[in-house]
């Protein structure tokens, strides 16, 4: 998890902020959509033609809702607000044709783009929604994904006790049916959690948790999730070298899954330990790739972080011009976007 400082129209203060601090941002991984967007296709701002042909050629209204739900997760990074509508659509069609499981899944993907949009009411709604579509199903493994998914939006609204109350009954529902696809990425959002109660050690072991049940599943996305969230227990620990060796560990893993947000957080987490060890011109070239990868995602919030950390950098390296630079280009991307657990 990490901290994003935003001062509110006051650059002058937020660069002294920077001047006087060393901030290391520790980047948790948080599994935030446990769902699970199944056909989930990058960064694109554009639905791609094939997906419109689809769509014109479904044979019926539940591979119409099918396609529209498609369409929406290929685009969600970039157009939240047109994926939402073509949410909308498809949980429309859905409800006519009495399809459970695409209205589940409607459900999901609109609470986790409510998400994105900051709008964590919303978010709520749904994935309550959610539950009960999935509890009319007699579907424990819905059921938890949907608890999970509820844990992960109280994450996003600072409500740590429920947030761990639903991610517990997700693992009790999850672990009693012995249904372990999604236990993996539960483990290490749990693991998260127990960091920001400062629970080091119970963290620990969730994070081991979570790499040993990956490795079981031969999940290797979850896989670097776990490292990643088990180097930042040891960070909190002052453990930094093994933390670092974990970081090491997950980068090629990270690199083969070609996971964006995984390799700006690895990224980002080298740069902290390298600012640990004031060796800046070291973190600097971190946050450079971190950003590399922040940029292709698109992702404002993620950016405007990013371009803290950089501020910082440069500042520490006596380049004042480009710390005010980042700064200013902070600024401007936080007050686009709000501010949000992340």
């Known amino acids: 998890m990490f901290a994003f400082v935003k001062d509110n129209g006051n650059l002058y203060t937020l660069y002294c902020y920077i001047s006087m601090q060393v901030i290391p941002s520790y980047f948790l991984r948080i599994v935030t959509s446990l769902l699970l967007l199944v056909f989930n296709n990058g960064f694109a701002q554009t639905i791609p033609d094939s997906l419109l042909n689809k769509l014109k050629l479904a044979a019926n209204d539940s591979a119409k809702a099918i396609t529209l739900l498609q369409m929406g997760e290929s685009i969600e990074a970039e157009a939240p607000a047109k994926s939402m509508d073509l949410y909308e659509q498809a949980l429309a069609l859905s409800e ?32 309550e ?95 670097v999730d776990g490292l990643v969230n088990l180097s930042v227990s040891y960070n909190q ?29 690895i990224y980002n987490n080298m740069g902290d330990y390298y600012i640990i060890k004031k060796d800046f011109s070291a973190a600097l070239d971190k946050y450079l790739e971190m950003y590399t990868y922040a940029k292709q995602m698109g992702n404002k919030y993620f950016l405007s972080s990013t371009s803290l ?22 600024e401007k991307l936080a007050n686009e976007v709000g501010e949000r657990a992340e």
Not at 100 to 109: R, S
């Open 96 to 127: 006519q044709v009495k399809c459970n499981g695409c209205v589940f899944v409607c459900y999901i993907n609109i609470g986790n783009c409510n998400i994105e949009l900051n709008k964590m009411d919303s978010a709520v709604a749904a994935f």
């Open 237 to 265: 620990l002052d453990q930094y070298e093994k933390a670092y060796e974990l970081l090491e560990k997950a980068l090629p893993l990270a690199q083969k899954n070609n996971d964006l947000y995984q390799l700006a957080t």
């Open 309 to 330: 950390v950089l501020a910082n950098s440069y500042y520490k390296l006596n380049d004042k011009n480009k710390a005010l630079q980042f700064i200013v280009q902070a």
């Open 129 to 223: 929604k959610a539950v009960t579509v999935a509890r009319l199903q007699n579907d424990t493994t819905k059921v938890g994904r949907a608890l999970a998914n509820l844990g992960n939006v109280y994450l996003h609204k600072n409500d740590r006790v429920k947030a761990m109350q639903y991610y517990l009954q997700a693992e009790r529902l999850w672990e009693m049916t012995g249904d372990q696809k999604y236990l993996a990425s539960l483990y290490s959002n749990i693991n998260a959690l127990l960091e920001e109660q400062k629970e080091h050690y119970k963290a620990i072991e969730y994070a081991n948790k979570a790499i040993e049940m990956a490795q079981k599943l031969g999940d290797s996305i979850s896989l």
